[in-house]
């Protein structure tokens, strides 16, 4: 008989790991990194919780590192089998990878001057950049839609899940030889307002369902909305003279957001604002969306014009700053100009710069575009926090700070319960990559709607398939 143990994004939406038995073999579904802790070395510290040289593979949805950041690690502490992700998550995880490596690097060189000061030994960081190097060597990409036998009791299938490019639902099929049982991972759900990806596909057939809850209690508002109300920011820093930051994940919502820009471009709307891409990683990331636009919604008749002109042709005021001194320049720069930079929750990365300096000016704009997680300084941001500590500073925040929902690239309550309507017969259904209130409410509305048994498992719970 199988099982699942849920080591990760039980009840919280971050460091998604879960832990597939079945007789004879041993299969980690995600091997993400948890977000939100105030001191980001802990996570890397703390032991897994099994011997990662028992695992004999690993199975990754998509490319955002709370689905896949611990792969390295796993690698450096002895998994040596083999690490299966879709052919464009292949693509990307090598960028996502050494860019994480990357700034975990410059992390402890200051956490060494720091420790050399006090007179105490200097540490290593978690894995570094030869260590990617390996990990890398064991990932092999699957194409959507393509049935593999991973393990001899296990086949796997990926399916296109409009959340970034590359992400996937995951269909898992567990023999044991006396019978087969299936499992369907949602992986994270794209929502339907997406520009540039496909919905969602539909999947039928499941034994047991682990469906994602992010916006399990709500929906987003109407995407026109939404633009409407960026269009409003956009003319008041206009206005005002004053910086538009919008922190977002280099993978996803910074291709979308240079669509949705370029939109407005087009309409006269972004007045004199330049736009800023302050990420060496997501120039890359573009790129790889350029190598594997075949995977676009093509349908769409908005994105088929957008597609014959290019990133930087459908956006002539869009400039990619690469280097730290470009980046810096930035803090210089008095005409209007709308920055956007990781991370996508403010937990590191550039965006915590452009935070710094600008957060205690009233004219400043924050806007955020995706799903803020408990614990993190882009949740207290959005919660109201009027003091915001950076790089040891208290800065006080006068800044103006916008959500904008129908950005998100999850899909909301109403599209997680119309996915889940194709199953038949119903399946069981474990909800995951959600925090309490969201999957309770969710839970409670499948109750209702669809009359089908869904549990809520907590971190360490086993679940029997
Ligand atoms: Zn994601």
């Known amino acids: 008989m199988a099982s699942i143990t849920f080591h990760g994004a039980a009840q919280q939406v971050t460091g998604s790991c879960y832990l597939i038995e079945t007789q004879q073999h041993r299969i980690l579904l995600e091997c993400g990194i ?33 689905h896949s950041g611990m792969v390295p690690l796993l690698v450096k502490r002895g998994f040596n089998g083999t690490v299966y992700a879709s052919t464009v998550t292949h693509g990307l995880l090598p960028i996502m990878y050494r860019d994480a490596a990357s700034l975990l690097r410059s992390d402890y060189e200051r956490k060494n001057r720091r420790l050399l000061r006090a007179g105490k030994k200097q540490v290593e960081p978690p894995y570094t950049l030869e260590d990617v190097d390996l990990a890398l060597d064991a990932i092999t990409g699957i194409d959507y839609g393509r049935t593999e036998q991973i393990l001899p009791e296990v086949k796997i299938r990926f399916r296109d899940a409009g959340h970034i490019l590359g992400s996937a639902i995951v269909e898992l099929w567990l023999n044991d030889g006396a019978r087969e049982r299936k499992l369907v991972f949602s ?43 960026f269009r409003e920011v956009i003319e008041t820093a206009s206005s005002s003279g004053g910086k ?7 993978v996803g919502r910074t291709q979308d957001l240079i669509y949705w820009l370029g939109q407005l471009f087009h309409e006269g709307r972004l007045g004199s604002q330049r736009v800023f891409i302050d990420s060496p990683m997501a120039i890359r990331v573009s790129d790889v969306y350029e190598r594997y636009h075949n995977l676009f919604n093509r349908d769409d008749p908005r994105f088929r014009k957008f597609m ?14 690469e280097s730290v001194e470009e980046s810096m320049a930035l803090n210089r720069f008095k005409e209007g100009a709308i920055i956007i930079a990781g991370s996508g929750m403010c937990t590191g ?11 205690w000016h009233r004219k400043t704009h924050v806007v955020f575009v995706g799903y803020q997680a408990e614990g993190t300084l882009g949740r207290k941001l959005v919660n109201g926090a009027s003091m915001a500590r950076i790089y040891g500073d208290d800065i006080a925040v006068k800044a103006q700070i916008h959500t904008l929902g129908s950005f ?19 399946p069981r259904v474990c909800l995951v990559h959600g925090e309490p209130d969201a999957m309770r409410a969710l839970q409670h509305r499948i109750d209702n709607e669809l009359q089908w048994d869904v549990t809520i498992p907590e971190i360490g719970d086993v679940v029997t398939l």
């Open 308 to 321: 014959t002109q290019g990133w930087e042709n459908w956006l002539p005021v869009l400039t990619y700053t």
């Open 244 to 250: 538009i930051l919008i922190p977002a994940f280099a």
């Open 187 to 229: 992986g994270d759900l794209g929502n339907n307002c997406a520009p540039l990806l496909s919905d969602p596909e539909s999947v039928k057939e499941a034994d047991m369902l682990l469906l994602e809850s992010t916006y399990g209690d709500r929906n987003h508002r109407p995407l026109e909305d939404t633009l409407e109300e």
């Open 349 to 359: 990365g550039r965006i915590l710069h452009h935070l710094k300096h600008n957060l």
């Open 34 to 66: 948890r977000q939100g802790s105030d001191r980001r070395e802990d996570e890397y510290e703390r032991p897994f919780d099994f011997d990662p040289s028992s695992i004999d593979a690993v199975v990754i949805s998509h490319a955002h590192l709370d």
């Open 408 to 426: 998100s690239a999850h899909a909301g309550q109403d599209q997680l319960i119309d996915w889940a309507r194709h199953f038949q017969p119903a």
